[in-house]
């Protein structure tokens, strides 16, 4: 229980993470700031990545960590565009 519970609270970081640099690479993108933006794609790829390789060799019935990988990336999104990147 202890392990599935720092495990979604580590997803939820990830998450929120890899969606705040999406936003950010999307506003970087309009702004014409397209090295910067390649760096981010870099990160998130990587990102991306690591957390697809998790899920599949743990393809348990683990509904909390999906929510709240899919929670933090929807708080990611948020933040960034409540501070206006």
């Known amino acids: 229980m202890l392990a599935t519970i720092l495990q979604a609270i580590v997803y939820l970081f990830v998450g ?11 506003s970087l993108i309009a702004k014409g700031k397209g090295v910067s933006a390649s760096a981010i794609v870099f990160l998130e790829n990587v990102l991306y ?3 697809l390789y998790q899920l599949i060799n743990n393809l348990q019935n683990n509904w909390p960590v999906f929510i709240s990988y899919s929670l933090g990336g929807s708080l990611g999104t948020l933040v960034n565009l409540k501070k206006g990147v």
Do not use: P
């Open 49 to 51: 990545f690591i957390v």
């Open 16 to 26: 929120f993470i890899e969606m705040f640099l999406a936003t950010a690479r999307t």
